[in-house]
């Protein structure tokens, strides 16, 4: 074996095998982990205001439930977990993302050593990057679809591992893995469903699926799932309505629409890394004939996407879906480098490979780059984005009001909500909008009432730029009318001009007459 170079675009362009071990500096997962952190450091950096799966997690993770309207429960549970330690904070929220980021791309590695040398593998983990659901959306604001992927990537591993080398135990974490993707996002059971079907039809992993401890598999994924599987028969119109919703599901068929639709998100998902790829290896792809690294693996991971594609068509044509997001395709996607790859091993060797690696670094930085800048992005168009909010002066102005800090607040919008629980961890935080389907005064009354019997206060607030326009009319439909105070602070990162952030609020202390 040759020694590996220092240089550290030369380590992720080594050979097969050249990764020293004793140097953990030199392997591709350390620089990994390092840009990891760093997103971590940008997020908590640019701004302590919140997106809008952000403040959805800062609002559910009060509690834990075992469910929480239409997503499954797992990544709030971890989220709960996190703040534990780090206090329900920005911090916490971008530290549980990019743990669970780095885990997709670290399971993606691992399944690419089951077939592939370390170029090769990383290379599969790698490319990720370039979908863009995954790679860019997945760090703007993103939360379940960032865990289901991380456990279809760990399901992919185990199925490679147990059909290389059958090992029971192996049977248990696949079972562990597939019960925790089902209670990440509930498109995982596609997922687990096409891959199973994959895997049967293709002699070498169906023996090896039906080994030794294949019924470890079942009986650990239905223990995992089946809190929330009990709760979910009690709540199943919750649970599935909104996913429905964005489906747009029509009982005429709008062929058109939905195959548009699809293909637009499929093509979106995987376009970026088809042109890199294309860009770095051109005929290689295609100038000689297959030589797949195994072959039995090369009809599993290609049976598999026929699979998913004829099930999304399926959903179009018989279900009469007219609606995708590019989110919902990264899980069913994701292992579509690595079976590229695993087809044409021999460009671990081509020339090129270090263009195409070198790419992805560079892309790596640039998103890095961007997700420190766009605030700023915003401020400069004058369109105000979530993350220009003065939280911190927001926070310091009601304190000065009189606001205790831990009564309980009501909010206009979820996100202001979730805002103010990272400036106010010990005060329960609720939000009452029409957003969400929900009457304002029922909800209002409601947090009052709970406020009072706490023998607590109650802060009732706004923010201009996301309130409909009864909403006071509505709130105060719940209490004895009160004058309504009004907060002006300047947006962060934006250019002269711009009109100042405006809240509005009534704080009403414990005890006081109404």
Known sequence: LRRPSPDFMNVFAATPGALSHRSPVAHPLAWLLALSLAHVAVRVAISPALKWDEAEQMLWSQQLHAGYGAQPPLYTWLQWAVNQVLGPSVLALSFLKHALLTLAYVFMYLA????????????????MLLLPPLGWYSIRDQTHTILVTAMACAAWWLLLRIVRHRRPADFAWLGLVCGC???????????????????????????ALLSRGWWWAPIVGTLVVLPHALWL???LHVATSETVGKMQIHAERRLGKGLLSLADDVIGTLLLWVLFALWAFRAAWWRKPLTPALPWAHRLLWRYLALI?????????????????????VPLLCVAPLAAFAARPELQQHPR???????????????????????????????????????????????????????RIIAADHMLAGMLRTRFPRA?????????????????????????????????????DRVAPDWWAQAQGAVTPQAVQTIERPFHMVREGVAPAQYRYVWHAAGSKP
């Open 181 to 207: 993707g089902m209670l990440a996002k509930y498109s995982f059971a596609l997922v687990a469903v096409a891959m199973l079907l994959a895997a049967l039809s293709v002699p070498e992993s169906r023996r």
């Open 428 to 464: 329960p935080v609720d939000s009452c909008n029409t957003d969400e389907k929900e009457e304002v005064t029922p909800c209002v009354a409601g947090n009052v009432a709970r406020a009072q019997q706490a023998g607590q206060g109650w802060l009732l607030i706004s923010r201009s």
């Open 309 to 329: 594609v004829l099930a999304l068509l399926g959903m179009v044509l018989v279900a009469g879906v007219t609606s995708f997001k590019g989110r919902w395709m």
């Open 353 to 407: 490979g270090e263009r195409y690696t070198r790419a992805i670094v560079v892309m790596a930085l640039l998103i890095l780059l961007a997700a420190g800048l766009r605030p700023w992005f915003s401020g400069l168009r004058g369109d105000t984005d979530e993350l220009n909010h003065p939280a911190a002066e927001l926070g310091l102005a009601l304190q000065q009001a009189g606001y205790d800090g831990t009564s």
């Open 233 to 235: 028969l009690g709540h």
């Open 112 to 127: 690419g050593r089951e077939l592939l040398g370390p170029r090769g593998a990383w290379w599969a983990s790698a490319s």
